[in-house]
């Protein structure tokens, strides 16, 4: 029989999942399971490249938890995890820093971005994080990594270690590809479309679990562009804030834009703003009241990371056991 083909990946409990984040990549994440052996993780160890109060981390990561279950992760079908429950990914992660240049790391953008908003605390583990990112990666040889726009670099730094790395001792890891959906892939502020949905700049982001009422507000209140057609067309250079409502709307109801743009035809944007937010607000409802009811099972999430993280464990410690081997530590 054909073994499946491996699916991965992880967001940060530094801040409550919003639409950008839903849309980009927990939506492609799920249903996937019959396809593909899939593993998900919260990424706790990430979080701390900036700092954190301890409290909030520990309710956030078992949150997101509750919101990757709510939003269609099954843990029967999928593998859940808590990243720092799994040994293996530090372990690898030194490795891996040993075989990531300095140059390369230079380059990210998401360092330049974090070390600019964060300039009291420019720290070790931020510049190096892509590594740990590497090793969260190869430790489960998969097959697709799927993440929004702006992780397509790191999966790209990723494929470039994973490559040094066999040319040293042989075909020790699966290159993988990053998968990045149609549409969703780069949700922008409601605010301030020319920055990306993200969760520093509340107001024009949408939270997973927020109220409809307020969810509506911001889409009334979204910008739209300041010609004076108001006329709903997909031109994303000319017409940024109509253009993000219109993937939004696109990724939540799978129009197309010329179906949207029909749709609208004569109505501008009066009509177009509210029906997104309908539109938005009944996609998360059922995912918020889901979620609302497994947080209250603090017993329920406890089992499935702990199953989740034994499972995780299981077959990381065989890529690892791998890499010390090929590398030259004594074994254990
Ligand atoms: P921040 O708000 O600090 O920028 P974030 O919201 O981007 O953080 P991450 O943990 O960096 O959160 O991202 C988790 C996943 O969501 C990644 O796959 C990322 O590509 C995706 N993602 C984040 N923001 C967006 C967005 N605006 N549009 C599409 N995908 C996004
Ligand atoms: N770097 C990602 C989160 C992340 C991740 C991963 C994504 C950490 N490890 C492994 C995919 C695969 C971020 O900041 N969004």
């Not at 009334?220 to 562009?225: G, L, S, V």
Request: with cysteine.
């Amino acid at each position: 029989m054909d073994e499946k083909k491996v699916m991965l990946s992880g967001i940060q409990p530094s801040g409550d999942l919003h639409l950008g984040n839903y849309l980009g990549a927990i939506k492609n994440w799920a249903g996937r399971s019959e396809e593909f052996d899939c593993y998900y993780f919260m990424a706790d160890m990430h979080t701390i490249t900036v700092r954190q109060n301890p409290a909030d981390l520990r309710r956030r990561t078992l949150e997101q938890l509750a919101q990757y279950i709510a939003c269609g992760l099954d843990p029967e079908k999928n593998t859940l995890f808590i990243q720092s429950h799994v040994p293996a990914h530090a372990e690898l992660g030194w490795v891996l820093n040993c075989y990531t240049m300095f140059g390369e790391l230079s380059r990210m953008t998401q360092f330049k971005d974090k070390s600019a908003k964060h300039k009291d605390n420019i720290n070790g583990g931020l510049f190096t994080y892509p590594a740990l990112m590497a090793a969260d990666i190869l430790l489960y040889q998969p097959d697709f990594v799927p993440v929004g726009n702006d992780q397509k670099q790191h999966v790209e730094l990723t494929r470039d270690v994973a490559e040094r790395f066999n040319h040293i001792y042989g075909d020790v890891f699966k290159i993988p590809e990053p998968y990045i959906p149609k549409t969703g892939a780069r949700i922008m502020s409601l605010s301030a479309p020319e920055s990306k949905m993200s969760k520093s700049m509340p107001e024009g982001c949408v939270f997973l679990m927020e109220k409809p009422e307020d969810i509506q507000r911001k889409f009334k209140r979204a910008i739209t562009d300041s010609d004076t057609e108001n006329c709903v067309r997909y031109d994303p250079a000319a017409k940024p804030g109509v253009s993000n409502l219109m993937n939004i709307y696109s990724a939540v109801t799978g129009k197309s834009y010329e179906e949207i743009e029909q749709e609208f035809d004569g109505k501008g944007y009066g009509a177009f703003k509210p029906a997104v937010g309908d539109a938005v607000i009944e996609t998360l409802r059922p995912i918020r009241e889901e979620a609302q009811r497994i947080l209250a099972d603090k017993a329920y999430l406890e089992t499935v990371y702990r199953a989740g993280a034994e499972k995780a464990g299981y077959i990381a410690g065989k890529t690892l056991r791998k890499v010390y081997k090929k590398i030259g530590f004594v074994a254990r």
